[in-house]
C-alpha cells in the first residue's frame, strides 16, 4: 500500500499518473487505508469530504484536503487539477460535530443543527490512475474518488427554505450558457448526501 501512496503523492506533486504495476488493491477498505497515507505523506489536514453512491448503493466518500481548496476568482492550474472536467456542487460548512445519537444512524433531524451555510461550489476532476473513472473501485477510492479541488463560492445562510432537491443551476463560459437545469443531484436530495456521509464516516469510526 505504501508505494501506491507514494505513487499517488508523486502523481500529485507532478501531474502525473500512477505506473500499473503500483495500481494493485484487494479491497474498498485498503483503499480508503491509502487515503490516510496519503494524507499523512502529505503532510495536509483535511477541510471536507466528498461522498457518492454507487449504482449497487455502495455509500463511497474521500477526503478533500486543505490544499486543495480555493476560494472563488482564484487562478486554478488546468493541467493538475482539472484533468478531466468540473462538476457543479452544492457544498456545505460544518459548524458543529455530530452528537451521540440513540438511533442506529443519523437522520436529517440530526445532521441540519450541524450544519452552517451553504456554498455553490465546482468540484475539480483530476484521476491520478491510467484507468481513470473506470478505475477498479478499490484504486478509485485510493485515489480520493478523483477529486483535484474544490472551488468555493458565495455563501448563504438563508438556504434552509430552498427546496434543495430543485435548486435553479446555471453555467456560463466567456458569456455562453453551457447549463440550464433545476436539480439534477444522483442521490436527489443533497441533504440525504449530508446524511449518508455522516453514517458512512460514523461506520469507519470517523467524524467531520
Known amino acids: 500500500m505504501r508505494e501506491l501512496a507514494e505513487a499517488l503523492v508523486k502523481a500529485r506533486r507532478h501531474s502525473g499518473r500512477v505506473p500499473p504495476h503500483a495500481a494493485q488493491l484487494p ?23 466528498k461522498v457518492a453512491r454507487t449504482p449497487e448503493g455502495e455509500v463511497i466518500s474521500a477526503p478533500i484536503f486543505a490544499d486543495d481548496v480555493f476560494q472563488s476568482g482564484t487562478a486554478v492550474p488546468l493541467e493538475s487539477r482539472i484533468a478531466h472536467g468540473f462538476e ?8 458543529a460535530r455530530l452528537p451521540s ?16 451555510e451553504a456554498l455553490a ?18 484504486l478509485l477510492v485510493a485515489d480520493n474518488l478523483g477529486n483535484g479541488g474544490v472551488v468555493l463560492g458565495a455563501s448563504r445562510a438563508d438556504w434552509r427554505g430552498l427546496d434543495l432537491a430543485q435548486i435553479g443551476i446555471s453555467l456560463s463560459i466567456a458569456g455562453e450558457a453551457i447549463v440550464e437545469r433545476r436539480g439534477g ?16 464516516l460514523a461506520r469507519r469510526g470517523l467524524s467531520w
Do not use: M
Not at 483503499?31 to 503532510?43: A, H, K, M, P, T
Not at 445519537?101 to 450541524?114: F, K, M, T, W
Not at 461550489?121 to 478499490?138: G, H, I, K, N, V
Not at 436530495?189 to 449518508?196: F, K, N, R, S
Open 121 to 138: 461550489a465546482f468540484e475539480l476532476l483530476s484521476c491520478r490512475t491510467e484507468q481513470e473513472f473506470q478505475a477498479p473501485r478499490p
Open 185 to 200: 443531484n444522483p442521490i436527489g436530495d443533497p441533504l440525504q448526501a449530508v446524511v449518508l456521509l455522516a453514517n458512512h
Open 101 to 116: 445519537s440513540s438511533r442506529a444512524e443519523y437522520v436529517v433531524d440530526d445532521v441540519l443543527p450541524a450544519l452552517g
Open 27 to 49: 479491497s474498498v477498505e485498503r483503499g480508503y487505508d491509502v487515503q490516510d497515507l496519503v494524507q499523512r505523506l502529505l503532510g495536509t489536514r483535511i477541510a471536507g469530504w
Open 88 to 95: 457543479c456542487e452544492l457544498a456545505f460548512r460544518v459548524k
